[in-house]
């Protein structure tokens, strides 16, 4: 689950780590209050769950309360585009007002869980406020990295080492160290799956501060912290997003013109390659999960259909828990119960697959069954196409 920025810091402040005095406003007539505040001279910051804000002309300064004031009405509803937004962009609904401070140095953190390793990963860099991606791909000995035992937590001497493989010394090397731990602190504390923090910057009062905060929640933990969930910003999300959230569904939206139903995020993203390779393009993927009901299957098929995009479906499931007899009876009632006019095509493979395919075969409906994924993105592709 994604929080806005100002939720973000909040949260690390609660653990110690410090970040530019701030008030988050929702209208323009709560901006000079703020600034006035904040004293006067303050940055008007965007929030939206994206970066390239300030790219995108979603973040500036202003020097004065008056300006902050022209600057909010200029941004405040404003569908702001970024790299990360894709061309439709996002309407800009609430703003963050933050005290402006005197930078000497902008650096680079970021929390994370190393899937290879399966352990937390801090990495540091020198070059902050640049996008780390491009920093990765053209300059990777510039990012300092230090895995985490969860059973110690970040040890001072790593903080220490990475304060100073970014270049910092003395004061600044002292509190960017204290910083990471709390960092770490609030990761745990609160289920983190990623705190970013670009730039981190060094004042001119040797304070090292956190001048962006980029924190996702993992949503497998939110049952331990029901006061986060309120955090969640519905109208950051897509409208079959949250639809599908309701029935413990992951729904994806994508571009192309092929509905995918799949169980599992690794068999979702086999299924859209094989599409691609076949020359078509996925409209979306929804994952049903491991333990779908026909009940879940057939909200699925309803919030797949919604997205008027898509002219076939590729159903692809592989029958472990969800037995491949219970997805047929989902995918029968949905198909009948919704009226389904575009073509439908089944691969399923597990237990009770026979029975799965029997149960497809009687129901009279015009369903097209393949044995093979690749053979299941052929016979989608020419369908979508025809």
Known sequence: ?????????????????????????????????????????????????????????????????????????????????????????????????EEGLEIVNELYLGLLIDRTTQLPLMM??????????????????????????????????????????????????????????????????????????????????????????????????????????????????EELEIEASKYALNYIRLDGSIGCMVNGAGLAMATMDIIKLAGGEPANFLDVGGGASAEQIRNAFRILLSDTKVTAVLVNIFGGILRCDVLAEGVIAAVTELGVKVPVVVRMEGTNVDEGKRMLRDSGLNFTTADSMGEAARQVVELALA
């Open 124 to 237: 540091a860099s020198a070059a902050g406020g640049m996008d780390i991606e491009q920093v990765a791909a053209e300059t990777p000995e510039l990012i300092h990295k230090v895995h985490i035992d969860p059973g110690v937590g970040l040890a001072a001497f790593q903080a220490r080492r990475l304060a100073d493989a970014i270049g910092l010394t003395g004061p600044p090397a002292r509190a960017a160290a204290s910083l990471m731990q709390s960092v770490y602190a609030a990761f745990q504390a609160v289920d983190a799956s990623l705190i970013e923090i670009n730039p981190l910057v060094v004042t001119a009062t040797e304070d090292v501060v956190a001048l962006d905060a980029k924190v996702t929640l993992d949503d497998n933990a939110l049952f331990r912290h029901p006061e986060l969930g309120e955090l969640r910003d519905l109208a950051e999300e």
């Open 1 to 97: 689950m994604k929080i806005h920025e100002y939720q973000g810091k909040g949260l690390l402040a609660q653990h110690g780590v410090a970040a530019p005095r701030g008030e988050a406003v929702f209208s323009v007539t709560e901006v000079g209050d703020a600034a006035r505040r904040l004293g006067g001279r303050v940055v008007v910051k965007a929030q939206i769950h994206a970066g390239g804000r300030g790219k995108g002309g979603g973040v500036k300064l202003a020097e004065t309360v008056g300006d902050a004031e022209r600057i909010a009405g200029e941004i405040l509803g404003m569908t702001l585009v970024t790299a990360q937004t894709g061309p439709g962009g996002r309407v800009v609904s609430r703003l963050l007002i």
